[in-house]
């Protein structure tokens, strides 16, 4: 029997540990028996790449950036995330919709219920529904260790290079994200040791049944 689609996806602000989690995770599931689509958003497609490097490079006003986003956003659910699922695929998504809210929300001030709206056009399914991961793993990190982490770690695009009360308002709004809908979120504790954030996620996954609890 084909095994249900499972949607995974990983938030937090720059630096909070997203990346280097995501490939020992499809590793995980791989070695459960099952099939792993590792992307990101903005990306994901060719044209939704496109999008990106104009989203991460180009100056333009924030409604511009939503729209951009929620364009990349729509052609990759309908080009991978959907058929992935469809086929009892394991998708993890290096960010989703609650980075909208994050950044363009809480980071640019811009108006979260013209998010809200463009969310319920760009995910709305088929059958009506409103496509949303299974299941959300917030990084949660206070924004001074993850600017320690990052300045040493790479060259900041347009959004990594923001000052510090950026990143305070991204990360306070991802927590209204969580306060919304907290049953599809776990939060992940990102200010300890990579191995203790592993077993961390880990346990959060094997709690609901996506992976065993006896590999921890
Ligand atoms: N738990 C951790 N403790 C210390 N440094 C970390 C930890 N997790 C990740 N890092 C380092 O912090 C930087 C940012 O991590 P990354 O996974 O790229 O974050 P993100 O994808 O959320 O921006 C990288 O240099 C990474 O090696
Ligand atoms: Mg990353």
Known sequence: MQPTGVFISFEGIDGAG??????ALSEAFRQ????????REPGGTALAEK????VLHDAMDPLCEALLVFAARRDHLL????PALAKGQVVLCDRFTDATFAYQGGGR???????????????????KSIRQPDIT????????????????????DRFESQPLVFFEQV???????????PERFAIIA???????????????????????TNAL
């Open 18 to 23: 997203k990346s280097s989690h995501i490939q």
């Open 32 to 39: 459960q028996g099952r099939e792993v689509v590792q992307t």
């Open 51 to 54: 999008l990106r490097d104009i």
């Open 79 to 82: 080009q991978v995330i959907e």
């Open 109 to 127: 001030g811009f108006d979260t219920r013209v998010l809200a709206q463009l969310e319920t056009w760009v995910q709305a399914r088929p059958d």
């Open 137 to 156: 793993l917030w990084f949660s990190l206070d924004p001074h260790i993850a600017a320690q982490r990052l300045a040493t770690a790479r060259v900041p």
């Open 171 to 181: 990360h306070n709004a991802y927590a209204d994200r969580v306060k919304a809908d």
């Open 190 to 212: 990102a200010d300890a040791t990579i191995d203790k954030v592993r077993q961390s996620v880990w346990q959060a996954l094997a709690q609901r049944g996506y992976l065993p």
